[in-house]
């Protein structure tokens, strides 16, 4: 029993991002909230109304870890990308706005790691190769700043890695939608996918981690 509550504590932070995951879950088919595909439609719609401010909420809410699972935001800032080709100064306020809300919700997900961490301030940081990769997608990014604040980092330890990948990662994004055009429905929901992969390995690693350190 002793054992089994040492993996549990090594893994309550995943624990308590499935819990919100099912949740919501939970709420949708209760039709207590907005089906996700309606919600999409909505934001997008509302997007050509108010644009670069309901972009940073949009930004700011994709970032949530848990929230981020319903909340269809990936598909709403590649559309206000996209919807800035040809006005480099829209794209401009449009890349803020966006960056910004990440920001700000990631140091949330920084706030929330720290009070379910797990290590020291002498711990190591991820290495920046996991943070790059990890960067990419708000999903991902989420699990980065839970696992900085799980670490019991600084906030200032996440934001020197944060700021600088972040950036590159939205810029890249930025410019694809800016001369692409939108991504496919089918290519979110891959995401979405390759997300629960991601959560599972994260479970198995640090339930891997517990297992050695207690064998030793």
């Known amino acids: 029993m002793l054992q089994l509550k040492k993996y549990f ?35 997008v719609e509302y997007l050509n109304s108010y644009g670069i401010l309901l972009l940073f909420f949009i930004s700011f809410f994709e970032n949530l870890m848990g929230i981020n699972i319903y909340f269809p935001g990936s598909v709403a800032i590649l559309f206000g990308m996209a919807n ?8 401009f306020f449009t890349f803020a706005s966006i960056f910004i809300g990440s920001l700000l919700s990631n140091l949330i997900n ?5 009070r379910l961490h797990l290590g020291n301030k002498e711990t190591r ?4 190769k ?3 990769l990890s960067l ?4 991902f990014a989420s699990i980065s700043a839970l696992t900085i604040g799980k ?3 600084p906030y200032i330890s996440y934001m020197k890695f944060f700021i600088p990948i972040s950036f590159l990662w939205n810029m890249f994004w930025g410019l694809f939608m800016y001369f692409i055009g939108s991504v496919s429905n089918k290519t979110m929901e891959f995401m979405n ?10 479970i198995i690693f640090d339930v891997y981690k517990e297992f050695k350190r207690t064998k030793v």
């Open 9 to 43: 504590k090594a893994i309550r932070l995943q624990l308590f991002v499935v819990l919100i995951i099912i949740v919501f879950y939970i709420l949708e088919y209760s039709n207590l909230i907005l089906p996700e595909k309606e919600l999409e439609r909505i934001i």
């Open 84 to 91: 800035t080709a040809g006005n480099p100064k829209l794209a």
């Open 110 to 114: 920084v706030t929330i790691g720290k």
């Open 125 to 128: 940081l991820p290495s920046l």
């Open 130 to 132: 996991n943070l790059l």
């Open 136 to 139: 990419w997608h708000p999903h």
């Open 151 to 153: 670490l019991n980092k």
């Open 193 to 202: 996918i390759i997300f629960f992969i991601y959560l599972f390995l994260w």
